[in-house]
């Protein structure tokens, strides 16, 4: 139903887009060849002539900035969700969304530029490319919301629709399709299991009859689906009049909340034939998870071998300064509590595990973990580690192995972990990472459940736009030292 037409309608506008990104880039040529008669620019490379065949040797010189600029601009948008609840999605977010792919795309296309050192790139074409890319982008989204609703305002695209249930959850099915008019969905009427709730009005339609009146209910109406939000207990009785929908070809659903989840969402899939129910807290699509897993490969390499000069360095300090190896090693959990040695240059004294004990009384943290900031294990080296975070560098190497991520939860010991609260344990949902909103947030000076809370958020809200944006902040705040002790 709604799902079939929005997926149609992604690969739609998809379709649409490209055309219109690919005429921004013809509307750029020529608006560029323009201002430099009238404002005395200078010429552009491989622009010949002002018509159709001076484009064509434009476009084949500068191929790799069309056929690199039309799917970074489809791809970043579908990160973003712009393909998703198009129905629903108003002007505003249209907007956000356009001018925070025109950034990340731009970057995107300076570095092909530096990459394959094209010189000749005219970078006032580039300009003029993003900003008519987002004129154009903008006026189709405007057109296509206005479209859309007068259609259906027209009474064109309708699909009628018969509601089977008038409880707590089907009123609330019921209002949401009556604050979205421009999906296109026409509540013809209603059903009742109850005799007395016959010609009721709720939620201001009509009760129609009951489920054994189904099959006459739709003789009488123009019915294209009946959906059934009704309870868990009722599911043996709609059998009859699910098969009775079959045979007159007519759809229909049944409401997949059967359980009041706050957390998880859930999704209907397939195993091997056996159809399946998911209920899941962690919402990210496979895409998503593969680009975060070639990001963290890609991003620690090269961060490995950028700083492996530094790393030598700071190894023969350690070795020379103090007593002990030069890498710390340590027990921590991962995802869903999977056990993993993390690696950390160490910067406490050796048996610092065991001094631990007489200290905890000083601990500055609540909570299972232990914090101090004048901790007298640390080596005098390894207070300037920490401060710079330095002394967290070799864990490059646990998210190039997988058993961490570039951005994610902090990865506890296990014996915090067992002194978690069943709330608190959710956080191990997600594969630990090097920083996230906590190490951003000014880390030792937060409170353990706040901390907590935080990666919660994390979890809930999970983007590709997040992880970006909490690495910018991480960068800037290991650069200050900001919370770190």
């Known amino acids: 139903m709604v799902r079939e037409k ?53 476009a084949k010189k500068n191929w790799i900035l069309w056929a690199s600029y039309v799917p970074a601009w489809i791809i970043v948008m579908s990160m973003q969700n712009a393909y998703h609840d198009i129905r629903t999605k108003r002007f505003l977010n249209y907007v956000l969304i356009i001018f925070k792919t025109s950034l990340i795309t731009t970057l995107l296309l300076g570095s092909l530029i530096f ?11 580039i300009v003029i490319y993003t900003l008519m890319t987002i004129v154009l982008l903008l006026l189709e989204r405007y057109a296509l919301i206005k479209i859309l609703d007068k259609i259906h305002t027209l009474g064109y695209n309708q699909v009628n629709l018969l509601i089977v249930g008038t409880g ?105 034939g056996f159809p399946l129910l998911e209920f899941e807290t962690f919402n990210a699509r496979e895409w998503q998870l ?30 020379f300064t103090s007593k002990g190896p030069v890498l710390f090693k340590q027990k921590r959990c991962g995802l869903n509590g999977r056990q993993f040695t993390l690696y950390k240059f160490r910067s406490m004294v050796v048996g610092a595990e065991m001094k631990k004990r007489a200290l905890e009384q000083k601990n500055e943290m609540d909570g299972p973990v232990f914090k101090m900031k004048r901790d007298p294990r640390i080596t005098t080296i390894g207070r300037f580690l920490r401060k ?18 570039l951005v994610g939860p902090r990865p506890p010991l296990p014996v915090e972990v067992e002194m978690y609260q069943l709330w608190q344990r959710r956080r191990l949902s997600l594969k630990p990472g090097l920083t996230c909103i906590w190490q951003v947030s ?6 353990f459940e706040r901390w907590i809370e935080m990666d919660l958020e ?27 002790s």
């Not at 710079?388 to 991520?405: A, Y």
Request: aromatic share 12%; glycine share 6%.
């Open 168 to 272: 707590k959850r089907a009123r609330q099915f019921i209002r949401t399709v009556k604050e979205h008019s421009n999906w296109g969905l026409n509540i013809v009427g209603l059903i009742d299991d109850d005799h007395g709730m016959f010609g009721k009005e709720i939620e201001g339609y009509r009760v129609l009859g009951r489920i054994q009146d189904i099959p006459f209910i739709i003789h009488r109406k123009v019915i294209d689906r009946v959906i059934f939000v009704v309870p868990r207990l009722w599911l043996n009785r709609i059998d009859e009049a699910i098969l009775a929908c079959e045979r007159e070809g007519i759809a229909t659903s049944i409401s997949m909340d059967l359980y009041n989840l706050r957390i998880a969402k859930v999704r209907q899939t397939d195993f091997s």
């Open 6 to 58: 929005e997926a149609f309608l992604r690969s739609l506008i998809k379709f649409v887009d490209t055309g219109v990104i690919l005429l921004a880039f013809v509307l750029a040529y020529f608006l560029r060849l323009y201002l430099s008669t009238i404002s005395g620019l200078s010429g552009m490379a491989f622009a010949h002539s002002n018509d159709i065949y001076g484009l064509a040797y434009f």
């Open 458 to 484: 994390y979890i809930d809200n999970w983007s590709l736009w997040l992880d970006f944006k909490i690495l910018v902040k991480t960068f800037f705040v290991v650069i200050t030292g900001y919370g770190a």
């Open 290 to 319: 593969f680009i975060k897993r070639i990001l963290d490969i890609v991003i620690s390499l090269s961060l490995l071998i950028l700083l492996f000069p530094l790393m030598i360095v700071v190894a023969l300090v350690i070795k």
């Open 115 to 125: 990459i394959f050192q094209m010189k000749q790139t005219s970078r006032v074409f």
């Open 388 to 405: 710079t975070s330095i002394d967290e560098l070799p864990q490059l190497i646990n998210v190039l192995k997988g058993d961490m991520s």
């Open 442 to 447: 000014g880390r030792n000076n937060i409170k």
